[in-house]
């Protein structure tokens, strides 16, 4: 089941509208565990988020490289780094 949580966000382009999420899944193309996350985090009930594909960012690449698939609140910096569940989300997001 694939489920879509936001707009593709190609890294330096500004966000549409100021309302957009704060939460970040930062994954890459053709990713098994980026496909798993994205069943968790639906699972969990993750309010939305933008999706951030890091394969042509070399520095996302640089920060991220085999961490991938993470969640990251760009409200205080936090990251989940994977592998997690839904309850681990879920304690995650009410931190």
Same mark, same amino acid.
Do not use: K
């Given at each position: 089941?694939?489920?879509? &949580?936001?707009?593709?966000?190609?890294?330096?382009?500004?966000?549409?509208?100021?309302?957009?999420?704060?939460?970040?899944? &930062?994954?890459?193309?053709?990713?098994?565990?980026?496909?798993?996350?994205?069943?968790?985090?639906?699972?969990?009930?993750?309010?939305?988020?933008?999706?951030?594909?890091?394969?042509?960012?070399?520095?996302?690449?640089?920060? &991220?490289?085999?961490?991938?698939?993470?969640?990251?609140?760009?409200?205080?910096?936090?990251?989940?780094?994977?592998?997690?569940?839904?309850?681990?989300?879920?304690?995650?997001?009410?931190?």
């Amino acid at each position: 089941m694939w489920l879509f &949580y936001g707009p593709r966000l190609h890294p330096g382009l500004p966000r549409r509208d100021m309302t957009a999420p704060t939460l970040i899944l &930062y994954q890459r193309d053709d990713c098994h565990l980026c496909d798993l996350a994205l069943d968790v985090l639906a699972n969990a009930g993750v309010p939305a988020f933008d999706s951030v594909f890091i394969d042509e960012d070399p520095a996302l690449e640089d920060r &991220y490289g085999m961490r991938v698939p993470v969640l990251r609140d760009d409200r205080d910096g936090r990251e989940l780094d994977w592998p997690f569940d839904a309850d681990a989300a879920r304690r995650w997001l009410h931190r």
